[in-house]
């Protein structure tokens, strides 16, 4: 079977029935790489025990030519920076701190040596940004595409851990921040839509620059009311999809609860498309994701606003069952609306 036939999660699930760890080799040897192993593929990073009631962070991401930029089409040092900011997002989606990361490019040889500097110094600026430190990597040639490979390692605490699998029947959803501004500012880097000058600076910062809602994961992981939570990545759709299926639930969005910015909506009605397909489908955000028990909604928003600054909005519910439904004001489900992102096939 080919990938394009596969899909991403196709393949996803392949690769974690290959590198699942039994049980019983777990608990064999609590103190063994195996045993300490709390969260391991599936998530949006592994958790490793360090045996005091902190756990290590693991993850990793990668910015490919021709997938996730087009070179020229933007400033190198942001290539890097939106690869930093993508693998640190994967962090605070677990309610830890980024500490240290490593950073290997893949670089044709007929690449500029500054082209190669200006990823590194992008990358640089977004771990700073959040408090991390790059420590090392690799620098190998790459006969066609060039691509930045980031591995970040992070900490957290073991009664603190944001996972995709604690979505609970009854519980609502919410977001943080508006969605579909990555969306939008990437086709306004396109030309696809001609918007004013301050507009186009937030939606281009928001593709080029994106922000891992750090801050936010850590106070989440404070409350118990919290169930399952994820980085919007692939988009709302594609994502509450993920916490879904771990969680061995249904999820219904609501169609107008969705925040969407004013600058996005202008992009959408400069291209004649529905703004609520950027924020659906469009994926890149960098928004949490989560669950919480609809008697602490409240709570948890205020908690957001008053330390984070950060907004969030409640778009739907958990329920019993599979699968995500969009449904419009009354109800009723919306048909026809993008699936997000799927790599080897290329789905939005």
Known sequence: MRLSDLGELG?????????????????ADPASAAGR?????????????????RVLLLSCDSMVEGVHFVPGASPPDTI?????????????AMGGAPAWALVTLAI????????AEELIRGARAAAERDGAVIVGG????????????????GEGRRDGLLL???????????????????????A?????????????SFLTDRHLLPTPRIAAGAILAEHEALGAAIDVSDGLVRDAGHIGERSRVGIELRAERVPISAECRRAADAMRRPALHFALGGGEDYELLFTVRADAAEEVRAALLQRAQLNATVVGEVAAGHGVTVVDESGQPIEGLPAGWNHFRGVR
């Open 188 to 200: 306004v880097l396109q030309g696809k839509a001609s918007l004013d000058a301050e507009a186009t």
């Open 37 to 53: 192993v709390l969260v391991g593929v599936g998530d949006d990073a592994a958790a490793v025990d360090l045996g005091d009631g």
């Open 164 to 186: 995709r699998s604690a979505a609970k029947a009854g519980e609502v959803v919410m977001v943080t921040g508006t969605l579909g501004d990555s969306a939008a500012g990437l």
């Open 80 to 92: 890097g920076f939106r690869a930093m900011a993508a693998a640190l997002s994967d962090i605070a």
């Open 138 to 153: 690799d620098c190998v040639s790459a006969p066609r595409e060039t691509g930045i490979h980031v591995s970040v390692v």
């Open 11 to 27: 393949l996803l699930a392949r690769i974690e029935s290959i590198l699942s760890i039994p049980e019983t080799k777990r608990l």
């Open 108 to 115: 044709r040889s007929d690449c500029d040596a500054a082209f």
